[in-house]
């Protein structure tokens, strides 16, 4: 017992007070020049959003703007970006205690709701947590806590053991279809099992995991988007893209979903693994001879016509805020690569280049995004989930600062 005590004592004398060496070992060290610009970046975020409500009807959700045509396009509470908006809305007010986006992120939060029982979707994680995992975080409710646990049993309603995964797509039953894409809504499974105590949740979403570490990634760490499996013996059928310039190409979404899932697969279970497999694919992004200067990156990796091609900045955030999460979970030099690249997309999403200005944008925050490019739909223009990881990212950059 006297060990223990002291070891406690050690690690709070010593190592909470060098809170900042630590961040500066981990070569995770803010600049001030940057913090200053997500600061004004925030604040000119929550005009946007204030613009933004404006042309939203009580029951819809915003999914991108035509500025040709001055159209908005929204959608009602099933599809997968629902939970983006109220999700943005809640990071808003945790950074500004704007009491308006936090009022507009309750009354979308009710019309959500009723997602938790939808069993058609794979996408109740970016639906439920992006939105009420959010809001249980900054004012925790009995009432999140079942629509987290509902929606995490719909989620879990889609697993299969004999292919080791959760459906995506609902398709006829010989085939069933897993994307990369997935690997965003295991988060929900995590929050489930620690509100419940039941594994359950646990050991599917790290089947899951482990069952696309083997199938979807190539020999250089890149991801294939869909790959089909035989339900009936888990064999598989077919590896292709969706959504990318080619069934062997790097999709730049794709890429970046399975960064980030990778990275909170480690947060959540510790298993060096998940921690090996989200440091190859940052090094295969970060490394490619593709990847642009200001390291936003075009829609495709291997798009046809780089470089007078489309670029992706919901790509772009979603890389961003998952290396700023990596780079707390190494150490040394690889920490401040991985930071430091953080930092070049910050300042790129941070500028005009791609941010865009109060009153324009029909209210979203970040221009140039691509949302389908293969079936002609939402090229270069806003998407709601850029904004989320947009400031997701300017968040834990902040956070990474003050540690």
Known sequence: MFRLVWKVFFLVLFVVPGADSRAQQHGRKAHKGLLNEIDKSLTASVGQYKLLAQHLPEDRFPVTYYEASKKWVTSGSEPWVGGFYPGGLLYLYEATKDSFVYAEALRKLKVLEKEQF?????????MMYCSFGNAKRLAPRPEYDTVIINSARSLASRFNKQVGCIRSWDSDPGRFMVIIDNMMNLELLFAATRLTGDSTYYKIAVTHANTTLKHHFRSDYSSYHLVIYDPKDGSILKKQTVQGAADQS????GQAWGLYGYTLMYRETKDPVYLQQANRIA??????????????PYWDFNAPGIPATARDV???AVICSALLELSGHVNGKTAKTYFTAAETMLRSLCSPAYLASVGENGGFILKHGVGNYPKNADIDVPLIYADYYYLEAML????????
């Open 283 to 296: 090094q295969y992004l970060l490394n490619h001879p593709n990847l642009p200067a200001d390291k936003i």
């Open 396 to 403: 834990r950059y902040k956070k990474a600062s003050r540690r």
């Open 250 to 253: 790097a999709w730049s979404r």
């Open 118 to 126: 939808n069993k058609t979707t794979h996408d109740l994680g970016f």
């Open 314 to 316: 919901s790509a772009g």
